[in-house]
């Protein structure tokens, strides 16, 4: 089966964006589907959270500069089915060095195709920074499919809007004409607010195909797990939490065919 690539993007921070990143690809793999996260923050909150320490020359820098390649890069997990490409720090400079080269856009794309030809992996789950810079467009071009995390807040909706419209640009410029909203995953739903059940409601007015019937709850747990080099299911497997990624990790599978 071809590999899928996914790419998680919001451009700010806060939203639960890596914490989907790292319990989607966990809940994925716990169903033997066969995925690999990349970590492209140069925070590295992903590659720690999974438990993995980061260690210089191992993320994809170099292969983006063009040396070495994206599949000497992987490095196993604790979790079966489950492989890393861990961040450092030394990302940060290929937001500044990916603009001053030829096709700065389709960088990442070129890198990663020998891991899609490889047919190693049914999912590629892609963790961006925290603002729609060099390595968030990049991964973008780079995507089949983007996946919105919002957080159930109002200030939240004016964000889509502005990620929506630039991968319109994206895909008009001819820079990856297949690139599709795959799903918005609503995030930090507290059940007790008004507020909160106002702002999916809103969501799904606008985009009723695309919003996951699954929401993630605000829980302390989710929070903490990350700190422990965990994810939810190893730190508290019985959680609303790890129940929520569970379940979005079957909508996915079902609706892009995963298995």
């Not at 929506?164 to 007790?192: H, I, P, Q, W, Y």
């Not at 959680?239 to 079902?254: D, H, Q, V, W």
């Amino acid at each position: 089966m071809p590999t899928t690539v996914f790419t998680i993007a919001n451009q700010k921070g806060g939203v639960g964006k890596t914490t989907t990143a790292v319990n989607l690809a966990a809940a994925l793999a716990d169903l033997k589907i066969h995925t690999l996260l990349i970590d492209l923050d140069p925070q590295a909150n992903a590659t720690s959270a999974i438990g993995v320490e980061k260690q210089e020359g191992r993320s994809l820098y170099g292969p983006l500069r063009g040396e070495g390649s994206a599949l000497e890069m992987i490095t196993p997990t604790k979790i079966e089915h489950l492989a890393l490409i861990p961040s450092e720090e030394d990302l940060a400079a290929a937001e500044i060095e990916l603009s001053q080269m030829e096709n700065y856009l389709m960088k990442l794309r070129a890198v990663l195709q020998p891991i899609r030809d490889s047919g190693g992996y049914r999912a590629i789950i892609i963790d961006c920074p925290p603002a729609l810079g060099m390595l968030s467009m990049n991964s973008l071009a780079a995507a089949d499919y983007l996946l919105i995390t919002l957080q159930c807040e109002y200030m939240a909706l004016e964000g889509l809007g502005q990620i929506l419209r630039n991968v319109e640009r994206l895909k008009t410029a001819g820079v990856n004409s297949a690139l599709e909203l795959g799903g918005v995953v609503m995030t930090m739903f507290d059940v007790r607010t008004r507020l909160s059940r106002q702002v999916v409601d809103e969501v799904k007015q606008h985009l009723p195909d695309k919003i996951f019937s699954t929401v993630i709850p605000r829980t302390i747990r989710l929070s903490e797990a990350p700190s422990f080099g965990q994810t939810i299911f190893a730190y508290d497997p019985l959680s609303p939490g790890a129940t929520a990624y569970r379940n979005l990790a079957n909508e996915i599978t079902g609706r892009f065919a995963l298995k």
